[in-house]
């Protein structure tokens, strides 16, 4: 089972900023197989990015995605105050999803 | 419009088998690219994905979890139902269903959530 691992637990940044999260996996996944949520208290996730750097339909442009290796990125360019959320990577591999643990971004 | 609505029981027992319903719109169950998935949130942690049924009717299981759960779906009623046996508190949680869209291209993601719903499982 691949294990994803994201960094950092939590991250203080201030609106206008930029943001990288990360998401490790344990073993190796098809470049292409990630995608990332956000998470605002209260509601459901919500799709972010697919296939590692294709933005979801209404996706904001300041949101974009990265692969390398087994290591994966998620970026927003500058921060909107909407934007403080958890972000969590999933992927996918012989008909299992799995999720990582989540990033909390929060106000600095 | 896609949507999806769980619905089942806010309070079980320990012991207890627990029975939730997904009940889906705008979409088909029998479409190739879909899949229905059951995914948790215990309160203050993560994501855990749980079960998913294709558009074959075959299932996948979590690996830790396999034991415990069946899923099936009900065309007729556009339903997907979740089972999931010997309840323990640790079992306490928020429980989704969503729509899985998969391409070769870009593997399988979640493009559509329903709101979830609380499940207390007490002691």
């Known amino acids: 089972e691949t294990v994803l691992m994201q960094s950092p637990g939590t991250l203080s940044l201030s609106p206008g900023e930029r943001a990288t999260l990360s998401c490790r996996a344990s073993q190796s996944v098809s470049s292409s197989y990630l995608a990332w949520y956000q998470q605002k208290p209260g509601q459901a996730p919500r799709l972010l990015i697919y296939?590692?750097?294709r933005r979801a339909t209404g996706i904001p442009d300041r949101f974009s995605g990265g692969a390398s290796g087994t290591d994966f990125t998620l970026t927003i360019s500058r921060l909107e105050p909407e934007d403080f959320a958890v972000y969590y990577c999933?992927?996918?591999?012989?008909?299992?999803?799995?999720f990582g643990q989540g990033t909390k971004l929060e106000f600095k | 419009q896609v949507t999806l609505k769980e619905s089942g029981p806010v309070l079980v027992k320990r012991t207890d088998t627990l029975t939730l319903t997904c009940t889906v719109s705008?979409?088909?169950?029998?479409?190739?690219?879909?899949?229905v998935s059951w995914i948790r949130q215990p309160p203050g942690k993560a994501l855990e994905w749980l079960a998913h049924?294709?558009?074959?009717?075959?299932?996948s299981f979590s690996t830790s979890l396999k034991n415990r759960l069946t899923i099936s779906k009900d065309i007729s009623k556009s339903q997907v139902v979740l089972t999931m046996t010997n309840m323990d508190p640790v079992d306490t949680a928020t429980y989704y269903c969503?729509?899985?869209?998969?391409?070769?291209?870009?593997?399988?993601?979640?493009?559509?959530w329903g709101r979830g719903t609380l499940v207390t499982v007490s002691s």
């Open positions: 049924i294709f558009s074959n009717d075959d299932t």
């Open positions: 705008g979409f088909a169950l029998t479409d190739a690219t879909m899949g």
């Open positions: 969503a729509r899985a869209l998969w391409t070769p291209h870009t593997g399988s993601w979640f493009d559509t």
């Open positions: 999933q992927q996918y591999g012989n008909s299992q999803w799995t």
């Open positions: 296939g590692a750097s």
